[in-house]
């Protein structure tokens, strides 16, 4: 445990060099968001949680719209309070507790026609926005064909049609997956930071979800997915074809993180959403908790794991690079997001907006994975898993 004590002490001192750097008002990423108001879809995930917590914390935005739908008995506005309880948003409850003040919460559903948002919202996001984040997604490997394409493809497109009604945007980030052209026939070929070709036209299997009931969709899903893996990322490859063919003219760039796993420095060390107890961190919380004893792998295949808050500062960084360039397919920037010990999966893009950061950016905005220390980071994440999902405080 000294280690891990040692470890949150140079943290908490990494914090305080951040804090400093943002209130001298030297970074030029605080400066683009600073006053802003945002739109962040998939606030209550993993990713869109820390996501939130940055903005608030390193960007002085001034406000964060969430659209979340209501669940159980709980509306939208419960929802939010929920959210930020979450221990993600203990510093920022303790240094600026009138964030949540700022966090408004909007009632729609990313798989809906215009968002399932009401006309009044509609309206009143299209009037304020200024930056989009779209982060929600159905990242279930097995979800139904049906849900996959209105989730993630519609609500995608959805979103480009609210983009192209707002009248101050200046940005906007949709978060994708490294995986979303990961096929059966590209085994042991790069992924690189561009378009590859859509597996059909989105907007055809758009059509088929909403006419087709989902036992004979999902009948014809094996044909229809051909050499994707999974519903999820055949759906994320149709979506990323939507932004290339139907972005015209928005500042737009696509993210595509790997495999994302518990934070490496902020804003804690090891934090982990409690829901993110599948893939990876599964794996370390069945050997913690003395479950898990075996496990049969191939030693030669590299996964390409990312800590949460390097692409939380990417996908910052990267709306703020989008904004100097009025885009065309051509233009739309490809951002990965992945480890540098991968041969497969390419990041030039990212290691670019790295590059024209000033110093006090690489600082508060890291996103170059050349910094994390893996070992470091192995031990900090079953730190994470231990203390956010197993709740075992020591």
Same mark, same amino acid.
């Given at each position: 445990?000294? #280690? ?5 002490? %140079? ?9 400093? /750097? ?12 600073? $006053? ?7 606030? &209550? ?7 939130? %917590?940055?903005?608030?914390? =390193? ?56 968002? *399932? ?21 159905? #990242? ?6 049906? /849900? ?31 995986? &979303?052209?990961?096929?059966? &026939?590209?085994?042991? =070929? ?16 758009? %059509? ?24 999820? &990322?055949?759906?994320? +490859?149709?979506? @990323?074809?939507?932004?290339?063919? @139907? ?13 994302? #796993? ?9 934090? /982990? ?5 599948? $893939? ?5 919380? *069945?050997?913690?908790? *003395? ?10 295949? #590299? ?17 703020? %690079? ?59 994440? +079953? ?12």
């Amino acid at each position: 445990m000294e #280690v891990m004590f040692a470890l949150e002490k %140079e943290a908490l001192m990494r914090q305080h060099r951040m804090a400093a /750097i943002t209130a001298s008002g030297n970074s030029s990423i605080e400066r683009f968001y600073a $006053g802003s108001t945002v739109f962040v879809t998939g606030g &209550s995930g993993f990713l869109g949680k820390l996501l939130v %917590e940055k903005l608030f914390r =390193s960007c002085n935005v001034n406000k964060v719209f969430l659209l979340l739908r209501s669940k159980k008995d709980k509306n939208a506005q419960h929802r939010a309070k929920d959210i930020l309880m979450d221990p993600v948003f203990d510093s920022l409850h303790k240094h600026r507790p009138e964030f949540v003040n700022n966090v408004l919460a909007v009632e729609g559903n990313v798989s809906k026609i215009r968002l *399932g948002l009401n006309s009044t919202d509609w309206n009143t996001l299209a009037e304020q926005v200024n930056i989009i984040f779209h982060v929600a997604a159905t #990242v279930n490997f097995d979800e139904t064909i049906k /849900i996959a394409t209105l989730t993630n493809v519609r609500g995608t497109r959805e979103i480009l049609h609210l983009a192209k009604a707002c009248k101050n945007l200046r940005s906007i980030v949709h978060v994708s997956t490294a995986y &979303s052209h990961a096929t059966k &026939s590209r085994v042991d =070929s790069a992924v690189k930071e561009q378009f590859y070709e859509s597996p059909m036209p989105p907007n055809v299997m758009i %059509e088929l979800a909403e006419n087709m009931d989902e036992k004979n969709l999902s009948s014809m899903a094996q044909t229809l997915m051909d050499d994707w893996p999974n519903t999820y &990322s055949f759906s994320k +490859a149709l979506a @990323e074809e939507i932004v290339r063919s @139907e972005a015209c003219n928005l500042p737009i760039c696509i993210v595509r993180p790997a495999i994302v #796993v518990s934070s490496y420095n902020e804003p804690t060390i090891g934090w /982990i959403d409690p829901n993110n107890a599948y $893939g990876p961190s599964g794996l370390i919380l *069945g050997i913690l908790t *003395g479950i898990l004893h075996t496990l049969v792998a191939k030693q030669e295949i #590299v996964l390409s794991i990312v800590p949460v808050d390097i692409v939380v500062n990417t996908v910052i960084a990267a709306g703020w %690079e989008t904004t100097k360039q009025q885009t065309n397919e051509d233009d739309i920037k490809i951002y990965n997001v992945t480890n540098n010990r991968s041969p497969m999966l390419w990041n030039d893009n990212v290691l670019k907006v790295y590059n024209n950061m000033s110093k006090y950016d690489q600082e508060v905005f890291n996103c170059d994975m050349a910094t994390v220390d893996f070992k470091q980071l192995v031990v900090t994440w +079953a730190f994470g898993v231990r203390k956010y999902i197993i709740k075992d405080f020591f």
